[in-house]
């Protein structure tokens, strides 16, 4: 006879060896101790595909019919009906019109949410963002929807500042060029929707730093490491001389890898910084001033210069 006890958390265990790992007999749905063998558990229920599937069939149809994972964000689980298309004439009517359609079947709260899911996914793919921020970003997009404290702003824009926010929160900042770029929605739309959702949110996202884009922008221009440490070198201690005040981190990071390329063998102008950086040329020139007086203090002691800094160019 099988015996059950649980845990305070509502996990099955084994009464006398409670720290044991518990093995699954799947065609008998049972759950046995790995150190006794008493049975803990009976008829657990497989969640998996009623039969095996083989992706190389020319048909293409699964005949699983389980359906797909749970999703906790949505109303019910996630476990409404999905209508596949009619195909005989018994599924229209006289007029030619589904009789079986899915908008009956899911709610207008539950539609949004997983059209905003599937734009957030959309952008994130474009920009190779991982599946753990996507999920963050639809908790927080989630969390604005329930609480109703953005009404009037469109689920797109909301959705973008999710993502935006999702990436400031998991240590992977991108501006706010690379997520309009990704999206349908204008700059300052977004930036808006980040600001109301912070609000409503009460939650908060740490500084952006030059730290935070410089590897990305080293990598996607094609420098050496050399040359990303020294820059990063330059962001730096520009920043603890307070020589760039009041500039954002990313025209910073930008005018540094533009000094430190200049001053190696792999130079980049101004024009290729600012396409992977997303700034104007005035900016990183802008920048690249105020941090000229200052370079031989800016450089790192074992850099090899390919050009003396007084070669550098003078803007």
């Known amino acids: 006879m099988a015996s059950t006890s649980r845990s305070e958390a509502n996990k099955v265990v084994c009464y006398a060896h409670p720290d044991a790992p518990l093995i699954e007999d799947y065609r008998a749905g049972d759950m046995i101790c790995s150190e006794c063998g008493l049975v803990v558990g009976d008829r657990v229920i497989d969640v998996g595909s009623e039969w095996r599937t083989f992706s190389n069939e020319k048909s293409g ?29 018994a599924s229209f009517d006289s007029f030619g019109v589904s009789k079986y359609q899915n908008r009956r079947n899911i709610s207008s709260t539950d539609r949004a949410l997983i059209n905003a899911f599937r734009e957030i996914n959309t952008m994130a ?16 997009f989630k969390q604005v929807h329930d609480g109703k404290n953005l009404k009037g702003r469109a689920n797109d824009a909301i959705a973008s500042a999710c993502l935006y926010i999702a990436c400031r929160q998991e240590g992977v900042p991108r ?3 690379e997520i309009c770029a990704v999206s349908k929605i204008s700059k300052k739309e977004i930036g808006r929707c980040f600001k109301l959702i912070l609000k409503a949110l009460e939650t908060s996202v740490d500084l952006i730093t030059t730290a935070d884009f410089m590897s990305r922008f080293c990598s996607n221009l094609g420098l050496p490491n050399s040359v990303q440490r020294a820059a990063t070198h330059i ?25 430190a390329s ?12 600012g396409d992977i950086a997303g700034v104007a040329d005035v900016t990183i020139r802008q920048s690249y001033k105020l941090m000229y007086p200052f370079a031989a203090k800016l450089f790192p002691e074992d850099f090899k210069f390919a050009i003396p800094i007084e070669a550098l160019p003078q803007m």
Do not use: H, W
């Open 61 to 89: 149809v699964d005949p699983s019919r389980v359906g797909g994972p749970e999703n906790p964000l949505l109303s019910g689980g996630d476990l409404s009906t999905i209508i596949g298309p009619g195909r005989g004439d």
């Open 125 to 140: 793919d474009r920009i190779n963002l991982p599946k753990t921020i996507v999920d963050r970003a639809n908790n927080l």
């Open 175 to 177: 501006t706010f060029k």
């Open 235 to 259: 962001a730096r201690k520009a920043g603890e001389l307070d020589i760039v005040s009041g500039r954002s981190p990313i025209s910073v990071a930008a005018a540094a890898i533009y000094m």
């Open 262 to 273: 200049q001053a190696s063998d792999d130079k980049r102008s101004q024009k290729e910084i």
